[in-house]
């Protein structure tokens, strides 16, 4: 059967892993290996903070509010709203570092000069949603995420304590 051709934004540059890891700083010099860091080590520490941060927050207001009770329920629906947060902050720099690491060079200028300039240019030419582009589908890959992880977090915390006050006191 005759292979569809694909445009060329959509063909793959390298047969394999191992083939660009080789390729790139051949053809594009060391430093390529590195295009797309900078968003890439922000979008990790924002969406970390966001997510701790708002997983204690819906906690603590479904608790305050009485609206659960301190348990497995809780601590699932604190992990799903953390999730939509950290989802709807790290979307638009999951857009960045995306286009940010595929961008084309132009008459040897890269296309974006920074994450500001990604987002600027994005808006101004597919509107201010597009910033969210994939939020639907990258929501419903993080949510389980932050689930398990913040349960399975939560229930190593438990044994762990269980585990030290069995111990006894250490010292004495």
Same mark, same amino acid.
């Given at each position: 059967?005759?292979?569809?051709? &694909?445009?060329?934004?959509?063909?793959?540059?390298?047969?394999?892993?191992?083939?660009? %890891?080789?390729?790139? +700083?051949?053809?594009? $010099?060391?430093?390529? &290996?590195?295009?797309?860091?900078? +968003?890439?080590?922000?979008?990790?520490?924002?969406?970390?903070?966001?997510?701790? @941060?708002?997983?204690?927050?819906?906690?603590?207001?479904?608790?305050?509010? $009485?609206?659960?009770?301190?348990?497995?329920? /809780?601590?699932?629906?604190?992990?799903?709203?953390? $999730?939509?947060?950290?989802?709807?902050?790290? !979307?638009? %720099?999951? @857009?960045?570092? !995306?286009?940010?690491?595929?961008?084309? !060079?132009?008459?040897? =200028?890269?296309?974006?000069?920074?994450?500001?300039?990604?987002? @600027?240019? !994005? @808006?101004?030419?597919?509107?201010?949603?597009? %910033?969210?582009?994939?939020?639907?589908?990258?929501?419903?890959?993080?949510?389980?995420?932050? =689930?398990? %992880?913040?349960?399975? /977090?939560?229930?190593?915390?438990?044994? /762990?304590?269980?585990? &030290?006050?069995? &111990?006894?006191?250490?010292? $004495?």
């Amino acid at each position: 059967l005759p292979q569809p051709i &694909l445009p060329d934004n959509e063909q793959r540059k390298y047969k394999h892993v191992i083939d660009a %890891l080789i390729r790139i +700083p051949k053809e594009e $010099g060391i430093a390529a &290996l590195w295009t797309g860091v900078t +968003p890439t080590v922000l979008r990790a520490m924002i969406g970390t903070a966001s997510q701790l @941060v708002s997983y204690v927050q819906a906690k603590h207001y479904l608790l305050d509010k $009485g609206y659960m009770k301190d348990g497995l329920g /809780c601590h699932f629906a604190s992990s799903l709203i953390s $999730g939509f947060v950290y989802a709807f902050i790290t !979307t638009p %720099l999951d @857009v960045a570092k !995306t286009r940010v690491q595929t961008m084309k !060079t132009i008459n040897g =200028v890269p296309e974006y000069s920074s994450m500001f300039d990604v987002w @600027v240019k !994005t @808006v101004k030419k597919e509107g201010i949603t597009a %910033l969210w582009k994939g939020f639907g589908p990258y929501y419903f890959r993080i949510a389980p995420n932050t =689930v398990l %992880l913040i349960c399975i /977090c939560r229930t190593t915390d438990h044994i /762990c304590i269980k585990g &030290l006050m069995y &111990l006894g006191d250490p010292i $004495g």
